[in-house]
């Protein structure tokens, strides 16, 4: 792989951004940039993976993030050429027009926020690896987040209330997007969103539930230590001490403290007797 050359990589992108507005030549184009910058493997991932990942060219992110800046002006000022062009870049069977979908969805003034949404909902149900469902809420999410954010929140929600696990997952990893929004401010509405996944927690999705808390608790430890006391004091929340005892760590020192003294009053309560 050769080594970045700005100048060069600079009028790689203005050629590229010429067809803008036909994907198919756009993709040939950008074909050439990629095996350029190109360390062609194929990835293997941990064993029991539950999806064959994509063949990757290990292009270099800096170079995704300029092509970004070069389309940007492009997007903003033609939405539907923009959309458009996602769902070429999301036809092809590498992981890099796949990231750079993600990040051109995310950047596209859309009116109707169904034009983003149909395309997420889409894309997430061709079960994509874990590396291309983070891009895709992260990434595809950025301007519903800013624009239609009770839409990006009643998304994840559709999802908590699903049956199953993986239905759970998806919803969890549309919050964490939100919450590392600094612009998302609303954390009473997603307490109340994953409440009843903090008193019983299901197996598959502990650790999403694990990682949302833990950058609850270090944008917002005050507020987020004070949901945990109030499910920890909730007659049905069983699992919740275990919960609280994993996450103590992401709290600053003197909230470990107290959150502790809060399990041993509980552990110090006898049992009720009923009848």
């Known amino acids: ?83 458009a062009l996602c769902d070429g870049l999301w036809e092809q069977d590498m992981l890099e027009y796949h990231q750079l979908a993600c990040l051109l ?41 800013s624009h239609f954010p009770q839409d990006v929140l009643d998304l994840a929600e559709s999802w908590l209330i699903g049956s199953q696990p993986l239905d759970k997952q998806l919803g969890l990893r549309v919050l964490s997007s939100v919450i590392q929004d600094p612009g998302f401010e609303n954390l009473p509405v997603l307490f109340r969103m994953i409440h009843p996944l903090c008193q019983v927690i299901p197996a598959a999705v502990r650790p999403d539930v694990l990682d949302l808390l833990e950058v609850l608790a270090r944008r917002s430890p005050q507020e987020t230590a004070h949901f945990l006391r109030q499910t920890l004091n909730l007659p049905d929340s069983p699992q919740t001490p275990w919960l609280v005892r994993q996450v103590l760590h992401a709290f600053p020192e003197d909230i470990q403290k107290s959150l502790r003294l809060t399990l041993r009053s509980l552990e110090a309560v006898p049992p009720t007797v009923n009848g």
């Open 105 to 145: 969805l995310g950047s596209i003034p859309v009116s109707d926020s169904s034009q983003v949404l149909e395309r997420i909902r889409s894309w997430v149900e061709s079960q994509p690896e874990n590396i291309l469902l983070d891009a895709i809420f992260k990434n595809g999410l950025v301007y519903l987040r």
């Open 1 to 83: 792989m050769p080594a970045i050359q700005p100048a060069r990589l600079r009028q790689q992108a203005v050629l590229l951004s010429q067809h803008f507005d036909q994907p198919a030549a756009f993709v040939r184009n950008l074909q050439y940039i990629f095996e350029f910058y190109a360390e062609r493997i194929r990835r293997h991932g941990l064993k029991g993976s539950p999806a064959a990942m994509l063949p990757a060219y290990q292009v270099p992110q800096p170079v995704l993030r300029y092509l970004l800046q070069e389309l940007a002006p492009l997007v903003e000022g033609e939405p539907a050429a923009g959309l």
